[in-house]
């Protein structure tokens, strides 16, 4: 792990019962997130990526103890989250946010931009009266919204301007990581490249560290440092962002970079085809993505689960291609 990592995950995993019968007794379990382990530097941006239902946004939830993981440790700062009391966790919650990827269903519509912005002062530092509304007009400043919007509420404004609101939140209690899901997938494309601008501003003026959470390789490629792509629950290969685009060690990234638009479709590339859909159970053993692996698949991929390996220069992948990884 590295040194200088301010959040660290190791062995995460996340199930969740499944009931059924007459009594509606656990039955089984699924398993959203399973044996995930990377870290992010501080300051720096790790994308994690994948199709839905591949576990990212569960990852994201339980790095920051949102949701409770099954089985793991999660270090921020070198702490074990999942050791601390709620007392402990409340006053560690300053340190870490979430931004989510539905901005108007996480505003509450019956407050106004001034209330929802304030009541995170109130709550972690007790912060009221005409202190709490200067620092709430300086944070609408950051995010880059006017002063009138202080008394509006979340309907009356656009979509890249309620995320604003909801990154003004965030910012109010001084985080130094935020969790970011899919913060721009339900707006404009034009909007989006405002909102990514912005929190490229603010990574900058404030040294934050973004965990963030996409599908969109665009995207990822324009903000993020390292990219660890996600496939039903696991982590199938890590890199950073260049040697990813460059040099894809894995099919199911490989395919996924194929399907990226050309703005010139005469010099583009021919796209990988995955045959089958997207399930959310997983093979009872070997590759979980080998029923739609075609052009590489060897006899290993259907009774060994690769693991992780290093391929060379820290680029990591789970594939049967490389050596070592179907060793135990």
Request: aromatic share 6%.
């Amino acid at each position: 792990m590295n040194s200088d990592a301010i959040l660290q995950v190791r062995g995460l995993s996340k199930h969740f019962p499944v009931r059924g019968g007459l009594l509606n007794r656990p039955v089984s379990a699924f398993k959203a997130v399973d044996n995930v382990s990377f870290s992010v530097p501080r300051g720096r941006t790790l994308g994690i990526v994948g199709e839905s239902g591949s576990g990212k946004t569960t990852v994201g939830k339980c790095a920051i103890r949102l949701i409770e993981p099954t089985a793991g440790e999660v270090l921020f700062e070198g702490e074990d989250l999942r050791k601390l009391s709620s007392g402990d966790l409340r006053r560690r919650r300053t340190d870490m946010q979430m931004i989510y990827q539905s901005p108007a269903a996480s505003l509450n519509s019956r407050m106004t931009v001034g209330q929802i912005v304030g009541e995170a002062l109130w709550l972690h530092e007790r912060l009221n009266g005409a202190k709490a509304r200067d620092r709430v007009m300086e944070l609408l400043h950051v995010v880059g919204l006017k002063p009138e919007h202080y008394y509006r509420f979340p309907h009356e404004f656009s979509g890249g301007q309620q995320q604003r609101v909801g990154i003004a939140r965030a910012l109010a209690v001084k985080p130094k990581l935020l969790v970011l899901d899919e913060p721009t997938s339900a707006l404009d494309v034009s909007v989006q490249a405002q909102v990514l601008n912005l929190l490229h501003d603010l990574q900058q003026e404030f040294g934050l560290t973004y965990l963030f959470i996409s599908h969109d390789l665009g995207v990822v490629r324009y903000l993020c440092d390292q990219v660890a792509l996600m496939y039903l629950g696991k982590i199938v290969e890590v890199a950073d962002v260049q040697r990813i685009f460059d040099e894809p060690k894995h099919p199911y990234t490989q395919a996924l970079i194929s399907a990226i638009p050309e703005a010139d479709p005469d010099e583009g590339h021919e796209q990988i085809m995955m045959r089958g859909d997207l399930t959310l159970r997983r093979p009872d053993q070997g590759c979980p993505f080998a029923p739609r692996c075609q052009a590489h698949k060897v006899p290993a991929c259907d009774t060994v689960e690769p693991r992780v390996v290093d391929t060379g220069n820290g680029h990591y992948a789970a594939c049967h291609l490389h050596p070592g990884a179907a060793a135990s």
